[in-house]
């Protein structure tokens, strides 16, 4: 069946730098995608959203890239701090009411 | 707070027993949305309702589960003889972008 997936399930990043969490769909009909971050008994918080006419969206020190050639979507946090520690999630709707999640990625941020 | 709220946070409950979950949505939001999450996992779409109707059922939603929204605004999930296999946590949304809330984690022992 269709999947959201993510490349990697960990990512380790030094403080400062930039985190680049990826992210591969396989519902070509998917137009609408999301990336949430969950920290530790927390539920997932929105991020930033893109929707398929767009290939690029920025919020506060994160970014969105949608490449719709090769159904992978980006997730770029600039100046990674402490605080973005937690674990990733992208998610993508068809249009529906239904928005499926892939497995996450955690991102930890040394100091 | 005008954000997704849930109640209780935190439930033990023992091994063929009842227990119910309680959602306040964002007031203007007419969809709801009930997710399951287990640790290590993303979050698993379980029930949708627009207003007090209830459009969509996954079937990981057995008939132990029960989910309502009588007035188109707060919602309970209940679910009947809990087995272990319940346990995890229960999380509630709200919009059309979808925000969640602190989610109810539900133990079975």
């Known amino acids: 069946g269709e999947s959201v997936g993510l490349h990697l399930p960990t990512l380790s990043v030094q403080e400062g730098d930039n985190s680049i969490i990826n992210c591969a769909y396989s519902n070509s009909a998917s137009d609408y995608f999301i990336w949430y971050k969950q920290e530790s008994g927390k539920g997932p918080q929105f991020i930033i959203d893109?929707?398929?006419?767009?290939d690029k969206r920025q919020g506060q020190r994160v970014t969105v890239l949608l490449n719709k050639t090769v159904k992978h979507l980006s997730l770029q946090i600039a100046a990674t701090q402490p605080g973005d520690s937690a674990v990733y999630f992208c998610a993508e709707n068809t249009g529906g009411f239904k928005t499926i999640f892939g497995a996450g990625t955690r991102l930890f941020v040394k100091a | 707070d005008t954000g997704v709220s849930q109640d209780p946070r935190h439930k033990i409950t023992k091994r063929g027993q009842n227990v119910t979950f309680r959602c306040d949505p964002i007031?203007?939001?007419?969809?709801l949305y009930w997710y399951r999450q287990t640790l290590g996992q993303g979050p698993e779409f379980l029930t949708y309702f627009q207003n007090e109707a209830q459009l969509e059922k996954s079937r990981l939603l057995s008939d132990r589960f029960s989910a309502e929204r009588p007035k188109g605004s707060f919602s309970t999930l209940e679910i009947q003889r809990t087995e272990q296999g319940d346990s995890a946590m229960y999380l509630c949304a709200s919009g059309n972008t979808i925000y969640f809330g602190e989610g109810s984690w539900l133990t079975v022992v």
């Open positions: 007031s203007e939001h007419n969809r």
């Open positions: 893109i929707r398929s006419n767009m």
